[in-house]
């Protein structure tokens, strides 16, 4: 009884390897989901400034 069964540690461990990056995936969601939900909950939220990021363009070409 004093030994670790090493199949099943090594069953453990590559699954968590792929719950692992699955769980760092749906973190940084959260946070991003997070973030607006704040943001425009205290009216800080420039919907333009968004879009303009999201589309790949320069934050100097945002026009207000």
Do not use: C, Y
């Amino acid at each position: 009884m004093n030994k670790i069964p090493v199949t099943g540690l090594v069953l453990l461990v590559g699954i968590d390897r792929l719950v692992n990056s699955a769980r760092a995936v749906t973190n940084l969601i959260g946070n991003g989901l997070a973030t607006i939900v704040v943001a425009r909950w205290e009216k800080a939220f420039d919907q333009g400034k968004a879009a303009a990021m999201l589309s790949g363009k320069n934050e100097s070409e945002h026009v207000e």
